[in-house]
């Protein structure tokens, strides 16, 4: 039974962990293992996570059960905009996928800003499994980029959002 909990700075190596393995599993096939391997180093490092973590107006969660971290959750408020919360990650390990973990951990995520008036993310638009997640919870499509995460990443990505409150 895994239960989310905010996550601390002993938790980083794990979560590191997770997000390496779980973007290994998702997005191989979509850009190859070497520029998944490239990116995960780069924004999954634990000094990276550690910014995350110190970050005001920000909650970063996990599933755990005492033993494992099944998944993680990252969202925080936009900087340009305060009334928009930002649906940074959202990532469950393979194994653990499809039995409610990912939907606790957006639950807890989703009351945590209550003055903005939506949540966004942006989304792969081959990642159908996690496109069927977000709909499933509330989401809608409400634009797309072409350069996911950061200013040059050079993968497009299409825009959700829930409306909030
Ligand atoms: C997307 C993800 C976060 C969902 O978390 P999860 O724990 O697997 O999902 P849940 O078990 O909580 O699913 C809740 C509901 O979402 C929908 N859903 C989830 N996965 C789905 C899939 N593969 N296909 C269709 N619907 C899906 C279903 O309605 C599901 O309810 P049900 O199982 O009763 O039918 C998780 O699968 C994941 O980490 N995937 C890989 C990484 C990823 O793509 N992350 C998002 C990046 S933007």
Request: glycine share 8%.
């Amino acid at each position: 039974m895994f239960f989310v909990r905010t996550a601390s700075e002993r938790d980083l190596p794990k979560v590191s962990a997770l997000l390496a393995e779980t973007w290994h599993a998702t997005y191989d096939a979509l850009y190859g293992p070497d520029k998944v391997s490239e990116i995960t180093a780069k924004w999954h490092s634990v000094p990276a996570l550690t910014e995350k973590l110190k970050r005001k107006h920000a909650e970063f969660v996990v599933a755990d059960d005492g033993r494992v971290l099944a998944g993680m959750g990252y969202a925080a408020l936009s900087k340009a905009d305060p009334k928009v919360a930002v649906l940074h990650q959202l990532y469950v390990l393979p194994q653990y996928q499809r039995q409610g973990v990912g939907r606790d951990l957006f639950a807890e995520l989703e009351t945590c800003f209550p003055d903005a008036r939506v949540m966004r993310l942006e989304v792969e638009p081959k990642n159908t499994a996690a496109i069927a997640f977000y709909e499933a919870h509330g989401f809608a499509r409400a634009g797309e980029t072409a350069d996911c995460g950061d200013g040059r990443s050079g993968i497009p990505a299409l825009i959700l959002e829930k409306p909030l409150g």
